[in-house]
């Protein structure tokens, strides 16, 4: 039995308008469930941003972490100058006299730059036997200057409680005059200082290298 047509164009209605209102629910459940995927609580989207450095932990990028405190030196600017000071005052000094000198005049100033210790007094002595007869026959004098080249050892000794050292590179250079000739000769020495008290003091000195004797032109003749 037909059903009029009427009816017919009825159901047909019914059924677009449930087939349109199925495609909508499907839209709605696929639009939230995307949705519920790319947010966070609260509804904001969820970043997760890469280390700031390669092998920084993502717990860790963009904390402030303080740098490394930087190393205290073991001997200030301004006492470095105090012991190269010694060295230069020692090694000029060490090489400053004439023939007419005192040895215990002029060994006394000298060995208050220094430790004091004996083998420092047998270092800080003038010419002896035929070189100081010499000196002497000839009214010789000599004129010592030194200047710190550059610093070879910056150390603290804490385990034997020496204390606080340097030992530099110190040219020394010397002009002696003898019978009316002048010779200018110049060397190289390890210098060694340590701290007693507040004062810095000579504790050695070793010749670095061959030097330059009879370097310079003779005057005078």
Same mark, same amino acid.
């Given at each position: 039995m037909e059903l009029p047509a009427e009816n017919k164009r009825a159901a047909l209605l019914a059924l677009a308008v449930l087939g349109v209102l199925l495609v909508g629910v499907l839209t709605v459940f696929t639009v939230f469930d995307g949705d519920d995927?790319? @947010?966070g609580d609260g509804g904001t989207t969820a970043q997760t941003s890469a280390p700031a450095n390669p092998g920084q932990d %993502?717990?860790?990028a963009g904390s402030d972490r303080p740098g490394a405190a930087a190393a205290a030196p073991i001997v200030s600017l301004p006492e470095v100058a105090k012991a190269h000071e010694a060295m230069t005052r020692y090694m000029a000094g060490l090489n400053t006299y004439d023939h007419s000198s005192s040895t215990r005049s002029w060994q006394a100033p000298l060995l208050? $730059? /220094? /430790?004091?210790e004996p083998q420092m007094k047998q270092v800080t002595? $003038?010419? @002896?036997?035929? /070189?100081? %007869? &010499? !000196? &002497? %026959?000839?009214? !010789? +004098? +000599?004129k010592g200057t030194a200047v710190v080249e550059r610093d070879a050892v910056i150390s603290d000794d804490l385990v034997r409680g020496s204390g606080r050292t340097i030992s530099s590179l110190v040219k020394v250079t010397t002009t002696r005059v003898a019978a009316g000739k002048s010779t200018t000769e110049s060397n190289e020495w390890l210098v060694s200082v340590k701290e007693e008290g507040r004062e810095w003091v000579v504790s050695g000195f070793d010749v670095f290298g061959l030097g330059d004797a009879g370097a310079s032109a003779e005057s005078g003749e």
């Open positions: 995927e790319q @947010s %993502a717990g860790d208050q $730059l /220094t /430790t004091g002595v $003038l010419p @002896s036997g035929r /070189t100081w %007869a &010499q !000196c &002497q %026959a000839e009214h !010789c +004098s +000599s």
